[in-house]
């Protein structure tokens, strides 16, 4: 084509916002161009220098694009994805803590790789993920495929459970698993996984465990993209207030009802209140109303429209208080909610992270918000937003100042590790649907300090190798000292801590037993 020449563009409803933005490029790079009729449709006249100019600045803003709409931590995150891959690595888990945009990274890494000609398969296990995944991805420039639409695009989003009950995955060069501590578990998520072998597997997750508190498993490395402390100095998440029991109580205590304790500590605040069960749940969000606070429940067998109008009524500030017991968590975007209400237990770290890091993310004149702890979980796990060291061996999450043990609800009857129903796998002793007692009052939620629940596992063992060598000593069993344990950290002592304690134990049990017997010898006289 020769210069001068000139070409036709029609104008429609999806070419307007282009056009727009076409005519002020050419306006402020002095282009000539002019609108007219042709065949009764409007059309865009210009220069054939014009397009190829147009062509090349879009060209590289496309191709720039990936990197230059993330944040510092998000492109380092991305150029060391870049790097592991380079160097032969295909299991890559990427960590992040939550609102920090591991869909934006992983979104920017789909777009550089779809610009080599690979294709992508995303998976996630909630209608929320995917949704977020396709707008992530547009954002990106992705036209992704997803629930029947744009079946032939080079990048799919979909549910592990989609994928699992066609028995086949789409074919793709990257897949990027999405809250892949799911991996851990049996069934869809992990043949998902197994249909990747030899691929590269991008890991999105905020807590890299299992639910039993161990590592995960099938990643070669991983990238911790940023500690909370970095996105705290950044503004990216916000500080946390929180407010606690002086102890940690049992899985059947709170401190206070969740209504007094929001009435006498956030009143007026966008409120998400988790409960043990159901049941719970359901009676809080009525204490609520009885109170005068519009409040609703959102559980697992919410209807999808009930649960999508309850939360947009919460985005309105026409429901203050929404309760629920663990379905608000992983893929809940709510950057209003200035009150987490934790009316719960929390036995692993990875489910505290999760319903914790739900009132985390920024909003317009919020500068903080506020966990209300009635069970004093933070005694376990730490402050929402204190730093964590992360592993691929061993346990999974542990705080960067302290190396807490694994805590788990146990059964009132063989003391078995109990599952999310709250039934033991063990002896079957059903410890589900009660409603836990109030032992205190709102006057008992004090700021949260760090206190025993900070110290290491040397140091439990020695606080647990004295209540034993006391116990020894008068002839009782271990057994007290187990129970006293449990009543400090809420858990009883896993098994390194019972070793050390055990070793301890007996060498002061043996020294004050000679030292008795030299004295009844006369030694010591």
Known sequence: MRDGDTHRVRLGVIEAGAFLFLRLHLFFERRQFFIGEADGQRVFFLSHECVVTLVVRVVKCYVDRPLRTLREYQKRTFLAARDEVAQGKKDILIVSP????????????????????KRIAWF????????????????????????GFYVAAPAQVMSY???????????????????CHHLAEEGDW????????????????????RNDGQALVGFDTMIVAATYSELLATGDILPCEVLAPKRSLSAKQITASPVDAYLAKTPGTQALCFAP??????????QFRDRGVPAAVVEA???THIRDHTIQLYLQRKI?????????TEGTDLPLTETIIMARNCGSAGLFIQITGRGGRPSPGKRHYTLIDLCGVTHVHGSPTEDRLYSLEGVGIRLARAMPANVGATCKVCQSELDESGRCPTCGSDNSAQMPKVVGSVDDLKPWQKALQTKTTDERAVMLGKWWTAGRLKGHKDGAGMYRYKGTFRHFPPADVRAEANRLASVAVALVRWAEAMQGAGEFQ
């Open 320 to 328: 203050k208080v929404i309760c629920n017991v663990a379905v608000l």
């Open 301 to 303: 067998t919410t209807p």
């Open 277 to 286: 069960h159901v049941k719970a749940a359901s009676d809080y969000a009525q």
């Open 190 to 209: 992990k043949r998902v996984f197994d249909g990747y072998e030899g691929k590269i597997r991008i890991g999105l997750t905020a807590t890299p465990e």
């Open 161 to 179: 459970q989609a994928a699992a009950k066609r028995g086949e995955v789409p074919d793709a060069d990257i897949a990027v698993l999405d809250e």
């Open 124 to 147: 996630g296990h909630r209608r929320e993920l995917e949704k977020q995944a396709v707008e992530t991805l547009a954002h990106f420039g992705v036209q992704a495929g997803n629930r």
């Open 98 to 117: 939550t609102g920090s945009g591991k869909s934006t990274m992983g979104s920017a890494i789909c777009a550089s790789a779809l610009q080599r000609g």
